[in-house]
């Protein structure tokens, strides 16, 4: 990916009302910006300067403070120059708008998304894993993911990454060196330990996974749908998990028409709740809004990470319920809720079997409803371990499971002892570079213009 090196501009804090506003700067020079700004006025670097913002006709649009950062001591590794005035929406558009008026002789311009941190990335001053996590801090939902984000910034995860890869690259050395002087083949495996070192290669590797899927289950949640027959308690079961009154509910069957949303955190893990309107044969008399509703229902069936099917304990399946069944989609976490049990007389419970888990609660009474939250954590994969965590996306999994592969096929060839060893280096090699796209050292820029064009305007 090229830089583009024309100076930008944007207001960097988030849309709305505010105490404080900022419009930031970036360029590898910026001492006409300044001087047109602020002339006769002298900004030193990395001080706070509290100075009046005027117009190009010397009229003061507010009053706050600048500083200049002196690159490569910046943020994105340019000269950055920031306005930090109030926070008002239309003072904030007026001072941007004189900003790229004074700057418009160096060819100054609005940002585009995430342009500053892509600066950042391409000037060296973070790599392609931290510049992710500027995006996931400012994205977290909760504070676990917060934490888990802050961590990558810091580092942690390239690190661990990066010494991956130079264990791969050690070894790979090895094997080629080895590859370049025939005569010196013998019992090569055995006596430079390869398998050994490789050994500890996926030992590591599988650890780092384990910690960034953990992690990536704090940035992305679950999508969890509930599903079932009008009347069986998905509102009350999705008003008793969020701690309030969020959907409506009444003794009439399908109240709800339309999808209702909710998130939640159990141990820190986001849980996106779809409360959705009730599902009964189209001739039932279902009206048109409802039928609408339950169109929707089936969409958003599709789009689940888990579906909770919701029954009634006190009166138990009926074939419209069977019917429901049949139409889930393979391979989605499928778990029974057998609500009502305050009237039913069932006991809370969790009773797994060969078809699938039944769990027993009552909603209205919030019996159970602590069973329900550990076995969605269990559906989920977490474990809490204690240890800190990398929230990772998914393409940081996608490397590390592709990387995982090639040296699996990497320990298939050293098998055959000395046979294979050209081989051997070429899924190291390959490997290391699944490994690398992590950090974004082999990267395509394809690649790189998805992951900036998310975020913000103005990071």
Not at 12 to 33: D, F, N, Q
Not at 131 to 141: K, W
Not at 319 to 343: M, S, T, Y
Not at 410 to 438: G, T, V
Request: net charge negative.
């Amino acid at each position: 990916m090229t830089l583009d090196s024309s100076p930008i501009a944007a207001i960097a804090t988030a849309p709305g009302r505010g105490g404080i506003g900022v419009v930031r700067a970036s360029g590898k020079s910026l001492a006409e910006l300044k001087a047109a700004l602020f002339p006769g006025l002298t900004l030193a670097a990395r001080h706070a300067t509290y100075v009046p913002f005027t117009g190009a006709d010397g009229e003061v649009i507010d009053e706050g403070i600048a500083i200049w950062f002196k690159g490569p001591h910046s943020y994105t590794g340019e000269e950055v120059l920031e306005l930090q005035g109030h926070g008002g929406p239309v003072v904030l558009r007026m001072l941007l708008a004189r900003v790229l008026e004074a700057g418009a002789a160096i060819g100054l311009r609005l940002a585009e998304p995430g342009e500053f941190t892509r600066r950042a990335y391409l000037n060296d001053k973070l790599d392609l894993a931290q510049a992710e996590a500027v995006a996931d801090l400012i994205d977290a939902s909760t504070e676990a993911a917060a934490k888990s984000a802050s961590q990558s910034l810091s580092g942690a995860f390239s690190q661990t990454v990066n010494t991956l890869v130079e264990q791969t690259i050690n070894l790979r050395m090895l094997v080629e060196a080895t590859l370049d002087f025939p005569e010196e083949e013998i019992d090569f495996l055995e006596k430079s330990n390869a398998r050994g070192q490789l050994s500890v290669i996926i030992d590591s590797l599988d650890q780092v996974f384990r910690k960034a899927a953990q992690g990536a289950l704090l940035r992305e949640g679950l999508n969890v749908v509930l599903v079932g027959q009008p009347n069986v308690g998905k509102s009350s079961l999705l008003n008793a998990l969020a701690g309030a009154d969020v959907a409506i509910v009444t003794p009439i069957a399908g109240t709800t028409r339309d999808k209702v949303s909710e998130t939640i955190q159990i141990e820190g893990i986001p849980l996106n709740i779809v409360d959705t309107a009730g599902i009964r044969a189209i001739d039932e008399g279902v009206d048109v809004v409802e039928r609408i509703g339950i169109e929707r229902t089936w969409g958003e069936v599709g789009k689940a990470d888990v579906i909770l099917h919701m029954l009634d304990a006190a009166h138990g399946p009926t074939r419209a319920d069977e019917g429901i069944v049949a139409a889930f989609p393979q391979g989605v976490p499928v778990l029974r809720i057998w609500n009502k049990i305050d009237l039913s007389g069932h006991k809370p419970s969790v009773d797994p079997t060969a078809e699938a888990t039944n769990l027993y609660l009552s909603a209205h009474e919030h019996l159970g409803i602590d069973l329900l939250r550990a076995e969605l954590l269990r559906i989920a994969g977490w474990q809490q371990t204690g240890e800190s965590l990398f929230l990772a996306r998914e393409r940081h999994l996608i490397a590390l499971r592709s990387a995982r592969k090639h040296l699996d096929v990497a320990a298939a060839h050293a098998a055959q002892n000395d046979q294979s060893l050209d081989l051997f280096a070429e899924e190291l090699r390959l490997a290391q570079a699944q490994l690398s796209s992590i950090t974004g050292e082999f990267t395509p820029d394809d690649l790189l213009g998805v992951i900036f064009s998310r975020f913000c305007i103005g990071k």
